[in-house]
């Protein structure tokens, strides 16, 4: 990463604005990417944000030192961690981060979950590499619009009595 170690905790109520900045910066690249300024992660609230971090979710937050560099988050459906948003400072990427945190995601939910499933857009090669680097396959592709695919991965988790 780099001379400064990477920290990740859970996201408190009070960080919702600087992951929102973080979100923000990072996915500009993928609203250019597919030609769409309106992408969710763009357009998505602070207020939604916060409910988010209060509920169920889990919300991991990457620092280094005191700036939040990255975060990520997961909802639940039965057995299954919904892996959403990863998200790492344009500046911090290629750096470990995404991956730091991918890992102590499914460390946090491996007792709650029995997979993680996710998705990314089809033109986003980043994120299907560090995807499938991760122990992610596809699972499936669906065409959400003329100029998007949404590439479905899934991942099995595996608890710590079984493996």
């Known amino acids: 990463m780099s ?3 990477v920290a990740i905790e859970r996201a408190g109520p009070g960080d919702a604005g600087e992951i929102l900045t973080v979100q923000r910066a990072a996915y500009v690249a993928e609203a250019q990417l597919y030609g ?3 992408i969710p ?3 998505e609230s602070y207020d939604q944000l ?4 209060a509920g169920d ?3 991991l937050a990457a620092r280094r030192g005191s700036r939040l560099v990255g975060a990520v988050r997961a909802q639940f459906s039965d057995h299954t961690c ?3 948003r990863l998200v790492v400072a344009p500046d911090m990427q290629g750096r470990g981060v995404g991956s730091a945190l991918m890992e ?3 460390a946090a939910v491996a007792g709650r979950a029995d997979a993680c499933v996710l998705f990314t857009g089809h033109l986003s090669e980043d994120n299907l590499r560090l995807y499938r680097r991760l122990g992610y396959s596809e699972t499936h592709r669906e065409r959400i ?3 998007l695919t949404l590439v479905h991965m899934r991942k099995a988790l595996v608890t710590a009595a079984t493996g």
Do not use: R, W
Not at 50 to 53: A, D, E, G, H, T
């Open 3 to 5: 001379e400064q170690a």
């Open 36 to 38: 769409d300024p309106f």
């Open 41 to 43: 992660p763009l357009v």
């Open 50 to 53: 916060s409910k988010l971090i």
């Open 57 to 59: 979710a889990v919300v």
């Open 82 to 84: 919904l892996v959403g």
């Open 104 to 106: 102590a995601l499914e």
């Open 145 to 147: 619009a003329a100029h």
